[in-house]
């Protein structure tokens, strides 16, 4: 299993920019989809993450600007993100907790649920 981003760039403050990220890797059933992002000297820290259910929270500092989607069968996830300012600046990554599915057309069973990270994708917000 492996995740790839894309969408990321630079954007003057205000604008906007919609990340996407796509799972692949045969059959999958996803859990948890969050994207995080880490600025430089900083921890990584969460931004949005949404459910299975759709269940969405956001970091304080996004809320209002920000928008995770999910798309199930897509195996895919996106952010939406509105009135960029210079602090959102950082190296922005999806996290998905995903389980394997394997079997045949008669029997199907699901792999241990594990934790995966996509490779990064960089935005930038000049002022």
């Known amino acids: 299993v492996w995740l790839v981003e894309s969408g990321g760039g630079e954007v003057p403050a205000g604008g906007s920019l919609r990340l996407s990220c796509a799972a692949s890797?045969?059959?999958?059933?996803?859990?948890?989809v969050g994207w995080y992002r880490q600025a430089p000297g900083n921890p990584r820290e969460l931004v949005a993450a949404i459910s299975r259910g759709n269940v969405t929270k956001y970091a304080e500092s996004v809320k209002g600007r920000f928008t995770i989607s999910r798309h199930n069968t897509e195996y895919s996830t996106y952010l939406e993100m509105a009135d960029l300012k210079p602090e959102d600046t950082a190296i922005y990554y999806c996290?998905?907790?995903?389980?394997?599915?394997?079997?045949?057309?008669?029997?199907?069973?699901?792999?241990?649920?594990?934790?995966?990270w996509g490779q990064g994708t960089q935005v930038t917000v000049s002022s």
């Open positions: 890797g045969g059959l999958l059933l996803i859990h948890a």
């Open positions: 996290n998905m907790d995903i389980s394997p599915i394997y079997g045949d057309a008669r029997v199907w069973y699901r792999g241990d649920e594990k934790e995966y």
